[in-house]
Structures are given as structure tokens and as C-alpha cells.
């Protein structure tokens, strides 16, 4: 009862929702997409708001972008091996002025032998050969979706350095590199959420990874104007700046979202596009509110510090403003029963 009762005072900050779909009335016939959201993993620790960040993503590409609903494709879990074949799929319908979307939120991970990238099927295992097997790198999806005609762009809200959304170890370490190799192709677009070293951690009042919230929103119209007058027109270098922008402005500034170009230019045209939420007027008031004497649900005991800090939260490697206040960062621990509290700056 009381995780719920938490959830309800985060939403009472106002924070702009994106999982209702934006009908803009565009048409994109030539799309095609693959959305995955691997949330819940037997063998590993699992992918709080995975689901929550594909489905939103899923209602942006057919109600905004307007690509077709039967050429879309949503695993809201899949193994390595469905992954390829959705992806090898899709990309044999895509037109050739269309546009082949691939998205995934879930574990990453990172080859020892080559750096490639890799995106952990839902049958991985903490052992190191389990684990391995249980992946596909993102090269070969790469690969397989430029099989197809027209652009592929590839957006995936995952860690790549060995850990989870908690910021705790998932599978074996030697998964952790400190660099990834990178695939070039010039119709081929790569958004990643963090950096080889980083988390890609969530945001909790909204109950989304914060990455796929502010680019779930950016192609809703919230970047339209980020580098000049707003036109009715959201281009992959305005999205781009208003992510990266966003994610400081919410307290993500150990996360910086790595963005490889292909030649896909805008992302979304519209008369309808919404305006961007200030987010400044969000956090704001959060930072300057009083821990109420309220706080804690009705017939419940006073949280000690214990109870607001699990043990595992102090694995967590985000970076937050010392102005702000904010609920603790991890998908994991956003998850559980945590407060609003002040968080001091540290190095990573």
C-alpha cells in the first residue's frame, strides 16, 4: 500500500506524462519497428519501468510518427534469438524512404574480446557462458536491419558497463568494458543512453528511464526549437540537445547519451506538436519543500534512516545537484520505498 502511496506524491509534482498516445495524423507507410522492453529477467536482476518505457515509445511511433500498427513489433520480453528474427523481419518491409526503428530497453552489456555492444535476451544467466549465450551485440542487429531499404535508427536505454539499472553487477564482470566498438553506415542512426562507463539510470516520479522519457518527449514536440524557432519540425540534433539538456536539468549529469549520425535529418513534422514542460518549475518546488510531518503513510511507524536507505542503494554511481532534491536514482531502488531526500554531490 504504501509503495503506491509514494508513487501518487511523485506524481503530485506535475511532471508531464508522455504514456498517452499524441495523435498527430501524420502518416509514415514506409516505417517499420521493433520495440522490446525486457523488464523482467528469471536469472538476473530485473529492468524496472522496461515495459512502461517500450509501450510509450510503441504509442509514439504509431500515433506521432505514424507508423503502421502491423508493422510494428513489441516484445515486451524476448530472448536474444527473437530479437534477431523481429529484427531481420521488419527490416524486409521497410520502404526505401521509410524508416526501420529498433528500440530496447533492458541489461546491457559489453564483449571482453571484441567491445561490441551487446543487448542480454531475457533467458541470460549469471554465469559467464550463460550470460554470452543469452546475448546478441548490436552489431548484427545493425547489420540485419540494414538488410532492409531506406534509414534504421537504433535507440536502446541500457547500461553497457557490467551493471544494472541499480547500479549492482549483473552476470560476470568481465562483461564491463571500458569502450565499445561502433558500427558506421550512413543510413544507419545509434542513439545510446549513456556512455560505455555509465548508468543509464531511471526517472521515478515518472516511473520511465529517464533517457527514454526525454526522448519519448522530444519526439512529442518538446525539442521542436531547441536550437532556434520552433517550425513544427523536431531534427535529430534538436532532440539530440534537448536530451542531454533535460537529463542535467533533472540531476542526470553522469549520464550523457552517445549519438551516432546516419542520414536521417527529422525525426517528426506536425502542426500539433506539444510545447516542452519546464522543468526547472518541476524540480524546483521539490528541492524547496519541507520533508512534511506527514510524510509517512497513515498507521505506519517513522522512517529511520535504515528504512529509507536499502543497502544496495549505495552501489549507486548517480551524480545529483547539490540544490536539488530528488527520489534516490536507480531503477532498482526507485522501485522500493524511498523518500524524497537531500543528495550531496560525489565523485564518481
Given at each position: 500500500?504504501?509503495?503506491?502511496?509514494?508513487?501518487a506524491a511523485a506524481f503530485g509534482t506535475e511532471w508531464q506524462p508522455i504514456d498517452a498516445p499524441l495523435r498527430t495524423g501524420v502518416t509514415s507507410p514506409n516505417d517499420a519497428a521493433v520495440v522490446i522492453g525486457n523488464e523482467d529477467y528469471p536469472f538476473l536482476t530485473g529492468v524496472p519501468y522496461a515495459k512502461r518505457d517500450a509501450e510509450a515509445f510503441r504509442n509514439t511511433l504509431v500515433y506521432t510518427r505514424g507508423v503502421p500498427l502491423r508493422r510494428v513489433?513489441?516484445?515486451?520480453?524476448?530472448?536474444?534469438?527473437?530479437?534477431?528474427?523481429?529484427?531481420?523481419?521488419?527490416?524486409?518491409?521497410?520502404?526505401?524512404?521509410?524508416?526501420?526503428?529498433?528500440?530496447?530497453?533492458?541489461?546491457?552489456?559489453?564483449?571482453?574480446?571484441?567491445?561490441?555492444?551487446?543487448?542480454?535476451?531475457?533467458?541470460?544467466?549469471?554465469?559467464?557462458?550463460?550470460?554470452?549465450?543469452?546475448?546478441?551485440?548490436?552489431?548484427?542487429?545493425?547489420?540485419?536491419?540494414?538488410?532492409?531499404?531506406?534509414?534504421?535508427?537504433?535507440?536502446?536505454?541500457?547500461?553497457?558497463?557490467?551493471?544494472?539499472?541499480?547500479?549492482?553487477?549483473?552476470?560476470?564482470?568481465?562483461?564491463?568494458?571500458?569502450?565499445?566498438?561502433?558500427?558506421?553506415?550512413?543510413?544507419?542512426?545509434?542513439?545510446?543512453?549513456?556512455?560505455?562507463?555509465?548508468?543509464?539510470?531511471?526517472?521515478?516520479?515518472?516511473?520511465h528511464g529517464a533517457f527514454t522519457y526525454f526522448v519519448v518527449g522530444a519526439l512529442r514536440g518538446w525539442a521542436d526549437g531547441e536550437l532556434g524557432q520552433r517550425d513544427g519540425r523536431v531534427t535529430l540534433s534538436e532532440a539530440d540537445a534537448y536530451v542531454m539538456r533535460s537529463l542535467a536539468e533533472v540531476g542526470e549529469r553522469s549520464q550523457t547519451p552517445q549519438l551516432q549520425t546516419g542520414g536521417l535529418q527529422t525525426l517528426i513534422a506536425a502542426d500539433n506538436l506539444e510545447l516542452a514542460?519546464?522543468?526547472?518549475?518541476?524540480?524546483?518546488?521539490?528541492?524547496?519543500?519541507?520533508?512534511?510531518?506527514?510524510?509517512?503513510?497513515?498507521?505506519?511507524a517513522p522512517l529511520t534512516t535504515s528504512a529509507r536507505v536499502p543497502a544496495r542503494s549505495s552501489r549507486c554511481r548517480s551524480v545529483y545537484p547539490t540544490r536539488l532534491t530528488r527520489p534516490h536514482g536507480c531503477r532498482i531502488c526507485a522501485s522500493s520505498i524511498m523518500p524524497t531526500r537531500r543528495l550531496t554531490a560525489r565523485s564518481r
Open positions: 500500500m504504501w509503495i503506491a502511496w509514494i508513487a513489433r513489441v516484445l515486451l520480453g524476448a530472448s536474444n534469438n527473437q530479437i534477431r528474427a523481429e529484427v531481420a523481419a521488419a527490416a524486409a518491409e521497410v520502404g526505401d524512404d521509410g524508416v526501420l526503428w529498433i528500440y530496447f530497453a533492458g541489461h546491457g552489456g559489453g564483449d571482453p574480446q571484441t567491445g561490441e555492444r551487446l543487448l542480454i535476451g531475457d533467458t541470460a544467466k549469471q554465469d559467464a557462458a550463460s550470460f554470452l549465450a543469452g546475448a546478441v551485440s548490436v552489431s548484427e542487429l545493425e547489420t540485419l536491419a540494414l538488410t532492409g531499404q531506406g534509414e534504421v535508427v537504433f535507440v536502446t536505454d541500457a547500461c553497457y558497463n557490467g551493471l544494472g539499472r541499480d547500479g549492482s553487477q549483473h552476470g560476470n564482470q568481465r562483461f564491463a568494458v571500458p569502450s565499445y566498438a561502433v558500427t558506421e553506415a550512413p543510413r544507419l542512426t545509434s542513439w545510446y543512453a549513456a556512455g560505455p562507463t555509465e548508468l543509464a539510470g531511471p526517472l521515478a516520479p515518472v516511473q514542460p519546464d522543468l526547472l518549475g518541476v524540480v524546483a518546488p521539490v528541492a524547496r519543500q519541507p520533508t512534511p510531518a506527514t510524510a509517512n503513510p497513515p498507521n505506519s
